[in-house]
């Protein structure tokens, strides 16, 4: 990178004794800006840390020899050095005295945009976010030079405060060839905004520091023209954005909407729910955390989405090293019968998008047997409470963390379920530990697993099956063992003859000794006297809870029981096929 900064000019109007010893500083080059402020030490503020010039307050006689030095302050308390990038801020009393100076270096890098160059040239409008200092105008200042110089646009800087191009008629070489409309006043920034668009014919606007609602709507009347928008707005994240109605329109904005039955029932939310308003002015975000550390969000419309829909959103993460090398991660929350789990996938520069479809048919075989944790009611209770909260629809992982099934179809399957047990559903891929994740998204599905009944009566989930070429699995019943046979035909995996100690627990309702001795008591009588034999065998006398296990477990084995007998001395009797 090369950086200019034009440091002695901020240096030459600052007094005397301060200047000497900002001159002979260690730290010089990184000096960030100075702060005098009346009655109070000088301060030199650096990257990460600050310090005081002099143990010698500052008076008024000097401040008022400072801005005999520099440009007029505007409207906004700003002035600025002729043909420099720095900028003087001024503080005053009730009376409109200035008491106080902020004084900014003001540096033009070049080559800082390395990291977003391929988006800058897709013609997308890119929204910059950021705390303040973190380096969001310089970034808008290279933007605009490389889009002027070496993509050859008509590129129209809009700068209120003399901030992008520097003070004075004459604009900054940092800028290039694009062109600088200033300000007279900041109130009516949106008024030029609109002034460029109408007179000078520009290819993009260069905006820094979107602040009303006035320019807002502006920017998407820009947008809404053809013109590519390159911008920063006051907010850390996308998230601030979404919560500040003065700003929401620029990622689209945000209404409250009714649902019908049906489809709060496929999104398993409440029927009033928020909802993007339109398409977003800007469709690229990027959150500027440090200056060698951003976060990309490719897609402003589909973050925006992911978030009101109380889904994680997966954006990238862009770095730089100290070799100029970038790096491309990209984080992606995963939810499935485990549980929530978060994993940061790697990925080449340009980052490649994940694929998403229906996997070519084929036998799929069950991931390797992992320890099966007795499930006890307040665990379950907790982990789905934790799931409650930090939800994140489960995603297309892309090839890095995909495995391929026997004949090339792409694991783990994403199943939507539709009338479903969605918590028995998680249980049996958990203890079985079976290559399926849940999704809440039709879209993202590779099959649906529903209720016989509610297909029956739900043409528009047909409809809608059909529409995307997802193929829908019925079952009869939301038991365990109609789900666990759904779900190996789904992944064409054969029964087993005989039940191993796995299945049993998903059998199990609190884990209880008396559970487990019920259970193992069925399974040998079928196992071993009613399957081979052909005879009919009566259990032990059980409560009603268990015999409720021992019939689905029955039921597994494609077997017929009954309950017969008074209580307390109520049994099962299992009959033969």
């Not at 006689?61 to 700003?78: A, S, T, Y």
């Not at 054969?494 to 193992?520: C, I, K, T, Y």
Request: charged share 25%; proline share 6%.
């Amino acid at each position: 990178m090369t950086i200019t900064d034009d440091l002695q000019k901020l240096l030459d109007i600052l007094p005397q004794d301060l200047r000497q010893v900002l001159e002979s500083h260690p730290k010089r080059d990184s000096l960030v800006e100075v702060v005098l402020d009346l009655g109070r030490r000088p301060e030199a503020r650096f990257p990460n840390q600050a310090e005081y010039l002099s143990e010698v307050p500052v008076t008024q006689e000097q401040i008022d020899d400072c801005i005999q030095r520099v440009g007029i302050f505007g409207g906004d308390n700003r002035a600025g050095i002729e043909q420099t990038l720095h900028r003087i801020s001024a503080i005053r009393n009730r009376t409109g005295k200035i008491i106080g100076l902020t004084c900014r270096v003001g540096r033009a890098v070049f080559g800082t945009i390395g990291m977003i160059r391929d988006l800058v040239e897709t013609g997308k409008s890119i929204l910059m976010l950021g705390r303040p200092g973190v380096g969001k105008t310089t970034a808008l200042r290279e933007i605009a030079r490389v889009l002027a110089d070496d993509l050859h646009k008509r590129v129209v800087i809009i700068d209120t405060s003399n901030e992008i191009a520097g003070d004075g008629d004459v604009a900054h070489p940092a800028i290039g060839r694009a062109r600088r409309m200033q300000v007279a006043h900041p109130e009516q920034q949106h008024q030029v905004m609109i002034e460029a668009v109408e007179n000078h014919m520009p290819e993009v606007i260069v905006i820094d520091e979107i602040g009303t609602e006035l320019e807002a709507l502006a920017a998407r009347t820009i947008a809404e023209r053809g013109v590519q928008l390159v911008g920063t707005a006051h907010g850390n994240q996308i998230e601030n954005l979404i919560k500040n109605p003065t700003l929401a329109d620029l990622v689209g904005g945000i209404q409250a909407v009714t649902l019908g039955d049906d489809e709060a029932r496929r999104r398993g939310s409440q029927k009033t729910v928020l909802e993007r308003k339109a398409p977003p002015t800007f469709e690229i975000a990027v959150e500027m955390l440090e200056r060698q550390r951003w976060t990309v969000h490719e897609s402003v419309a589909d973050t925006v989405d992911n978030l009101l829909r109380g889904r994680q959103a997966t954006p990238q993460t862009r770095t730089v090293d100290e070799q100029g090398k970038i790096g491309v991660t990209r984080q992606l929350a995963v939810v499935n019968g485990r549980g929530g789990q978060l994993a940061t996938v790697e990925e080449s520069f340009p980052p490649a998008r994940p694929s998403n479809g229906w996997r070519s048919s084929g036998q799929m075989v069950a991931l390797p047997q992992l320890p099966v944790e007795r499930v006890t009611g307040r665990s379950e209770f907790d982990r789905l409470l934790d799931e409650s909260f930090n939800y994140a629809e489960s995603i297309d992982l892309g090839a890095a963390t995909r495995q391929p099934g026997p004949n090339g179809e792409d694991l783990p399957l994403h199943v939507y379920p539709y009338g479903v047990s969605r918590h028995q559903l998680e249980q049996v891929i958990s203890v079985l530990t079976l290559p399926v994740v849940l999704t809440k998204d039709i879209d993202s599905a590779d099959a649906i697993l529903a209720l016989r009944s509610h297909v029956k009566n739900h043409a528009k989930l047909r409809q809608m099956a059909k529409a995307r070429h997802v193929p829908i699995h019925m079952i009869k019943s939301s038991t365990i063992p109609q789900i666990t046979r759904g779900l190996r035909r789904l992944l064409n995996i054969d029964d087993p003859e005989m039940a191993d100690d796995r299945e049993l627990q998903l059998f199990l309702h609190n884990g209880s000794d008396d559970e487990m001795d019920a259970l193992e008591e069925a399974r040998l009588a079928v196992e071993q006297i009613v399957i081979p034999k052909g005879q009919p065998v009566e259990l032990l006398p059980r409560s009603p809870q268990v015999r409720k296990m021992q019939h689905e477990l029955v039921e597994h084995y494609r077997l017929k029981s009954h309950s017969f007998g008074e209580e307390p001395n109520r049994r099962l009797r299992i009959y033969p096929a």
